[in-house]
């Protein structure tokens, strides 16, 4: 979350006076201490470990997630430790190389490089697999059968079919398989779990959950970037939402039975390209003022999003605009081939009763998560920081909040706390042979995904369509 959105956030939940004032406590950088009677517990659990031995990682696809999680080894020394990389790209192969002195001989070009040359062996003990999603299932399965334990990377495949074999695979491998789904090892949301479980708010009746996301990350990742294509990488209500959709079946703990769902894409289409706009931004627009999607602004000016171009440290404008040229991120948002639909809604039903509604907005001024879970007894309310309760029967309320990045140990921890909580727990599970160290095994998750088929199938043939678990 950017500093915008961050301020955005926490403008909504000033409106609520309690929590404003556990945020004053946390600028102060104290965590807030929750009144004597507040039920909210602040189950944020620490996030060093100690293992039995350093555990081996080798990773394919040393891009942004693959940096995410072996930054755990650099925070936590003797815990783990990157020993092989595979990555297509030179820079990224070197940069991981580099930084955890891995011989030459265990650079990798292409993931498959690295799978073979473990045919007589593994290479180490655990298999991070960071690939783009259509290269997940393959890395997974030949991983498997190589005798790797593995944190994949949401979504776990393209297809139903691929999460069906990745399962079944684990099953008759007995590898223990995470899953990249870290909102749920985020202390938000570990915190919402824990109150619904404790049974705050009764029984559940429904949940709307919204998610928010920012107009340039969309522009960057969903319309420009590598997610833009649901055929190169996977439909929207998986690439982004699955993460969602894992949240409200793991809050509701039931099947869901059926989905339906709305959404096109109205918008980052070729009609609506301005008069006389280039197919790159670079070719001189004569919008690029106005347009807040200039990849000049974006990219050279403001310097966001500037990962996949990977710019040498303290890069010159002009070193910047080439980069930019020899990259997809130059082009025109209504000149690109993407096809995710930029809003989304679907109406979920879980055997138990449950209804949920949840939408997706791809054209907002901030990315954030919105839920409410509304239950017999009470509700449940938040906007990813803090969150409140409120009891029916006597109107009363309480809040949770905390800023995680206080939190001793999280600083830096992307999502909440969730991405480097995650890594915490799956090494614990690998160390201990204890997958239930873990909350998002393939095991868990795979319901989440045929949801995300189910919606997406309905939104394609505008009918309502049974999720076949
Ligand atoms: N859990 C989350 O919240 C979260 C967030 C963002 C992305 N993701 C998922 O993580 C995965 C990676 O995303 P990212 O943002 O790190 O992307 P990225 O493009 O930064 O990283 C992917 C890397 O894989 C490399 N690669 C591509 N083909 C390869 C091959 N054949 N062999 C070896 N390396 C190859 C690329 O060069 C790149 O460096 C995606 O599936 C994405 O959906 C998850």
Known sequence: MNRREFMMNTAFLAAMPTVAAAQQAATANKPPVPPDDNPLRYPVKPLAIKTSRE???????????????????????????????????????????????????RRFNDYRDLLKAGENGKLADILLVTLPDHLHYDAAMKGMDQGYDMLVEKPMAQTEKECRDLLAKQRETGRIVGLGHVLRYAP????????????????????????????????????????????IATPMILSKCCHDLDIIRWFIGKRCTHASAEGEQRYFIAKNRPEGAPARCTDGCP????????????????????????????????????????????????????????????????????????????????????????????????????????????????????KVQDVPGYELSGHGGGDLRLMRDFLVAVDTRDPSALTSTLEASIESHLIGFACEESRLTGRKVAVRV
């Open 55 to 105: 555990l081996t990682v080798a990773v394919v696809g040393a891009g942004s997630r693959g940096n995410v999680y072996p930054a755990y080894g650099k925070k936590f020394p003797g815990t783990m430790k990157v020993v092989a990389v595979a990555d297509i790209n030179p820079y990224r192969r070197d940069r991981m190389g580099d930084q955890w002195g891995i011989p030459a001989e």
């Open 188 to 231: 938000y949301y570990v915190a919402m779990k824990s109150a619904i479980d404790r049974g705050l708010i009764g029984e559940i009746m429904s949940i709307q959950h919204t998610e928010l996301v920012d107009k340039i990350h969309t522009s960057h990742s969903y319309v420009r970037g590598n997610w833009r294509n649901s055929k």
């Open 287 to 402: 919008h690029e003022k106005n347009c807040p999607y200039s990849s000049i602004r974006i990219y050279v000016k403001n310097r966001s999003w500037t990962a996949p171009l990977d710019p040498p440290p303290n890069a010159t404008e002009e070193q910047m605009m080439e980069k930019l040229r020899a990259s997809p991120y130059c082009r025109c948002v209504f000149a690109c081939d993407n096809d995710q639909p930029e809003q989304y809604a679907a109406a979920l039903r879980f055997e138990n009763g449950v209804s949920v509604a949840f939408s997706y907005e791809a054209l907002s001024p901030v990315g954030q998560r919105r839920t409410r879970v509304i239950g017999t007894k009470g509700m449940l309310e938040g906007g990813g920081i803090g969150f409140r309760f409120t009891e029916l029967a006597t109107g009363k309320y309480w809040d949770w909040n905390m």
